[in-house]
């Protein structure tokens, strides 16, 4: 089954889908700054586009490009900011 989130008034969208190995989805997020929260650690990789990044207890924003990857803890809240449409996926593991 695949679940179709939206959030921010449309400016993030994301398919989820579950695979043997975990729970996964992919998204587009439009230009601006925005702040996610997370019930477990999240794996994410950046497909394309490019994304400014200021993980939980940091004070320095961190920019990630196509195929680089970033883990954000489980219980936590992230920012993100980007100036072009970027696509990702998310493992939940």
């Given at each position: 089954?695949?679940?179709?989130?939206?959030?921010?008034?449309?400016?993030?969208?994301?398919?989820?889908?579950?695979?043997?190995?975990?729970?996964?989805?992919?998204?587009?997020i439009?230009?601006?700054?925005?702040?996610?929260?997370?019930?477990?650690?999240?794996?994410?990789?950046?497909?394309?586009?490019s994304?400014?990044?200021?993980?939980?207890?940091?004070?320095?924003?961190?920019?990630?490009?196509?195929?680089?990857?970033?883990?954000?803890?489980?219980?936590?809240?992230?920012?993100?900011?980007?100036?072009?449409?970027?696509?990702?996926?998310?493992?939940?593991?």
């Amino acid at each position: 089954m695949i679940q179709v989130n939206e959030y921010f008034n449309g400016a993030v969208k994301s398919l989820a889908y579950q695979t043997p190995a975990g729970k996964s989805s992919v998204g587009v997020i439009n230009p601006g700054t925005y702040e996610f929260g997370t019930a477990q650690p999240e794996i994410m990789t950046i497909t394309e586009g490019s994304l400014e990044v200021l993980l939980p207890e940091t004070t320095t924003w961190q920019t990630y490009t196509a195929g680089q990857v970033f883990n954000v803890p489980g219980n936590s809240s992230f920012q993100v900011r980007t100036e072009e449409q970027t696509a990702y996926l998310c493992q939940y593991r």
